[in-house]
């Protein structure tokens, strides 16, 4: 079974400044991907930013980056000179990357809005 | 332009009235999904499909189902809507092969209401 914990349920953040949105996770899946995607308040999911198990490096995409830290299970994202149109709904996620009998779900934490203040 | 699409968008209905929810994707994905977002819970898988005729359950399936008797194409059906079936709707798609980190694109979202 997995688990995303995001334990952050809101967060205000002045705008240009460096926001981290926690994420920790636990799985029995050797091997896993961590995903998180931003849901503006117009509902839409919006794939940010992946990191593997496997990957020996930290993800980074644009202002975003991950900061993964696999021996405490963590996963946090980072986004660098916040924005105001940063404000949104953030969601950590994952999945086991070895087929479990095809079932390529993904498993959602509970999710952090993000409110940056101009 | 690569998309999933969901219709309706928004849909307000009363208790045992059947509806269906259509998903469609043009990227010739193999895995298709449905979940469900409620506020506290985040998003939970419905059903999902590996394949054209190929479906099965997700952590809550009571209540929906579903079929896929084209690759494209993925509809949620609502036999007898409930109030506690109230919820925004997501449907979502990837391409089906292990270790790859290709994220799951997901519709705009169907809000639906049951009264």
């Known amino acids: 079974a997995q688990k995303i914990t995001q334990t952050q349920p809101g967060m205000f953040v002045q705008e240009k400044e460096a926001v981290t949105l926690d994420c920790t996770y636990d799985?029995?899946?050797?091997?896993?991907?961590l995903f998180w995607y931003k849901q503006p308040s117009s509902g839409e999911m919006i794939f940010l930013i992946y990191q593997g198990s496997y990957d020996q490096q930290n993800a980074t995409e644009g202002r975003y980056s991950l900061n993964f830290q696999k021996a405490r299970k963590s996963a946090n994202l980072v986004i660098s000179a916040s924005q105001l149109g940063d404000s949104a709904m953030y969601f950590c996620a994952m999945r086991g990357l070895i087929s479990n009998f095809g079932n390529e779900k993904l498993t959602f934490g509970t999710g952090t809005r993000l409110t940056i203040i101009p | 332009e690569a998309q999933v699409t969901q219709n309706p968008r928004y849909l307000i209905t009363v208790t045992g009235k059947k509806l269906t929810v259509t998903c469609s994707q043009n990227?010739?994905?193999?895995?298709m999904s449905w979940y469900r977002q409620d506020p506290g819970l985040g998003l939970r898988q419905i059903y999902y499909?590996?394949?054209?005729?190929?479906?099965d359950k997700g952590d809550v399936p009571e209540g929906y189902k579903v079929s896929r008797k084209e690759k494209r194409n993925f509809p949620l059906i609502l036999e007898s809507p409930s109030p506690n079936q109230t919820s925004l709707y997501f449907c979502a798609s990837s391409p089906h092969r292990d270790f790859s980190n290709q994220p799951q694109h997901f519709g705009d979202g169907t809000r639906l209401s049951i009264l």
């Open positions: 799985t029995s899946d050797p091997s896993y991907g």
């Open positions: 499909s590996m394949n054209v005729e190929v479906t």
């Open positions: 990227m010739n994905h193999e895995y």
